[in-house]
């Protein structure tokens, strides 16, 4: 089983709204990624998370924040953001930190108004 | 020059030929080698990953890895409508970061 799951699927936010995205895997993975990717481009690291622990933040800006409570569950929580932030967010596990196969989540598609 | 270069397409193939998709990259110390097949408005999907050199095979799919030269590529066989895709293909660098190609958009004619 490699699956990884996402929710919300959509997400339509103002620019002054709170909202979080989550992610959950069941995998017994260590280590899980928060991706952004916009249309035509290939996927963009912004975090990695290590044993619940923030290991890799790429420069991302303050108005997206990670957060790992736990070792199945990754979530990032979005506020005051701005209209080129629209992206499908992707998050992904690996089995450990390091060179290990990542498996995608389904996305969330986020539209930011 | 880019960590990660694939040729954008789209590659055009006609049904039941070989799809033969080409990625290079720049830093000779990467190990971990990945190919991922995203159809469009979906995520990437994991389909091949090689970390020797040689040929790894996986049903129609051949993944072809040479670090001397930098290159790996995936060989599609039987190519089908169904594969019409764009093909990611990703390194990975230190630690434990992906570095993707801007993909390869391959289309498969009936």
């Known amino acids: 089983d490699t699956e990884v799951t996402q929710t919300p699927k959509h997400l339509v936010m103002g620019m002054t709204n709170k909202k979080s995205l989550k992610c959950e895997q069941h995998?017994?993975?260590?280590?899980m990624y928060w991706y952004k990717q916009k249309a035509k481009k290939p996927p963009e690291l912004m975090f990695v998370?290590?044993?619940?622990?923030?290991?890799i933040n790429e420069s991302v800006p303050s108005r997206f924040s990670p957060e790992c409570p736990n070792s199945s569950l990754l979530n990032l929580h979005l506020h005051a953001l701005q209209p080129e932030d629209s992206a499908l967010y992707l998050c992904?596990?690996?089995?450990?930190?390091?060179?290990?196969?990542?498996?995608f989540g389904p996305g969330t598609r986020l539209t930011v108004t | 020059q880019k960590e990660v270069e694939q040729n954008s397409g789209p590659l055009s193939v006609p049904e039941g030929a070989i799809a033969s998709l080409n990625c290079t990259y720049s830093?000779?110390?990467?190990?971990?080698f990945f190919w991922y097949r995203q159809y469009s408005g979906k995520s990437p999907e994991l389909i091949m990953s090689?970390?020797?050199?040689g040929d790894k095979e996986d049903g129609r799919f051949t993944a072809q890895l040479n670090k001397a030269s930098q290159y790996v590529s995936l060989l599609i066989r039987d190519s089908q409508p169904s594969d019409s895709a764009t093909y990611l293909c990703?390194?990975?660098?230190?630690?434990?970061?992906?570095?993707f190609g801007g993909g390869t958009r391959l289309m498969v004619k009936p």
């Open positions: 992904a596990s690996s089995q450990l930190p390091g060179e290990q196969e990542q498996y």
């Open positions: 995998m017994g993975h260590r280590a």
């Open positions: 998370y290590s044993y619940e622990k923030l290991s």
């Open positions: 830093d000779r110390v990467s190990q971990s």
């Open positions: 090689i970390y020797s050199n």
């Open positions: 990703a390194v990975n660098r230190a630690g434990n970061m992906l570095t």
